[in-house]
């Protein structure tokens, strides 16, 4: 059968009743008991008129929203439909588009006779100022002008932010200028979730793995996942998603010692994302040079005369420290770790000499006695909780001690 859509017209009143747009600035809300949500678009316009359409045709209404949440609407429709079947109501971002979301309603519960009708959709977020449209599909019996389910028109374009739209037969939509079809479109405006907080080891050893945590809030509570970069061309892409303010906790490990800088970012089922969270870490730990402090250093001569601390003179002898009849003793002060290692090495790098000492006062001191005529090098390491920490080295040591 051929379609009717501008056939059935019922001229009943010319009244202006209303048409536009609510935001949360507006002097209307309507807060509703059952839904977190308001009205946002809507037209009820001047005089009364319905189309339908058949079975394989399509309505449609444009509307641009001021809420970046749409979780229902209401279209007015006018009922004299008298068998089972089921008419559906979509969003799309483009009148010839996907939909987005829909929902299906079974003709048996819409009311006889002219009633706004809810569809109560899955909630979606939408882009403020963009235009949208609601697309009304017949059932597959919708063949009877008589026995069918219409959508209310105004013939005044009383609405400014969009237009009614009719379907062709030759597979094309048509925009429509004289009026639009009632409806209404309920929603709220969603804030995405706090940047999370990061919480974990700042130091540690190449090759073990470290716990990190990372935590944001929701302001309305939607359940969050995760992104994070690590530093190291590795990343999460997103994580499952979990309740907002409960924590996510991860482990990694980088194979290289550098610094990294993790990076941590949240979103909402919605996709609102937040910015970029960061934490910087360094593998391996390392203490400050300015915790380590020794009595030998570049430019020390070490004799009889001169004492532990020797004579510093490193104008004259650059980098060289020198040991003339005197036991080469070394005395470091390093903070915050278990026990120190002094290691003393050839000039070739043969190690000729190890010791581990522990000290009560972060005063450490090894005395490798006069190792004989010869170059060699000193190696101190601090070591925490069995793991190497700091390393301190120095080169260009000449010993004239027998």
Not at 168 to 196: A, C, L, M, Q, V
Not at 269 to 280: D, H, P, R, S, V
Not at 318 to 344: K, P, R
Request: charged share 25%; aromatic share 12%; hydrophobic share 30%.
């Amino acid at each position: 059968m051929k379609k009717f859509r501008k056939t059935i017209v019922f001229v009943i009143i010319g009244l202006f009743i209303g048409s536009g747009f609510l935001s949360t600035s507006g002097d209307k809300i309507i807060k509703l008991s059952n839904n977190n949500d308001q009205l946002d678009q809507y037209y009820e316009g001047q005089g009364e008129s319905y189309t339908g359409v058949f079975t394989g045709d399509y309505l449609a209404q444009s509307f641009k929203p001021t809420l970046n949440i749409l979780t229902r609407l209401e279209i007015f429709l006018k009922n004299t439909c008298t068998f089972e079947d089921n008419i559906e109501i979509s969003i799309r971002c483009s009148i010839d588009g996907d939909d987005i979301t829909s929902l299906s309603l079974p003709t048996q519960d819409i009311l006889s006779g002219k009633n706004w009708v809810e569809f109560d959709l899955p909630d979606i977020p939408l882009i403020p100022e963009n235009e949208y449209y609601i697309v009304y599909t017949p059932g597959e019996f919708f063949d009877d002008p008589s026995d069918i389910i219409t959508w209310r028109n105004s013939n005044h374009p009383d609405y400014q932010r969009g237009s009614k739209w009719v379907y062709n037969e030759d597979g094309t939509w048509e925009e429509e200028t004289n009026g639009d079809r009632w409806f209404k479109t309920y929603g709220y405006n969603n804030e995405e979730p706090s940047i999370p907080d990061i919480d974990g080891a700042i130091d540690g050893k190449t090759g073990e793995e470290y716990s990190y945590t990372f935590i944001s809030n929701d302001p309305e509570e939607d359940d969050i996942s995760y992104m994070i970069d690590w530093g190291d061309e590795s990343t999460i892409e997103w994580s499952e998603y979990i309740p907002s303010n409960e924590e996510y906790i991860i482990s990694h490990s980088w194979s290289e010692e550098n610094t990294y800088t993790i990076r941590g970012k949240a979103k909402d089922i919605y996709g609102f994302e937040t910015e970029w969270a960061t934490l910087e870490v360094t593998m391996p730990l390392q203490i400050p040079n300015n915790q380590v402090q020794s009595n030998i250093k570049p430019g020390t001569i070490f004799t009889k005369w001169t004492g532990e601390n020797g004579l510093h003179l490193p104008t004259l002898l650059g980098d060289l420290i020198i040991f003339i009849q005197h036991n080469m003793i070394v005395t470091s002060q390093i903070e915050d770790i278990d026990e120190a290692e002094f290691i003393l090495y050839d000039t070739i790098g043969n190690m000729v000499e190890s010791n581990i000492v522990t000290s009560s006062n972060e005063i450490y001191s090894y005395n490798f006695g006069r190792p004989g005529i010869g170059f060699y090098k000193i190696t101190i390491k601090g070591i925490k909780n069995n793991d190497i920490v700091s390393t301190t080295n120095f080169e260009s040591i000449l010993s004239l001690s027998t």
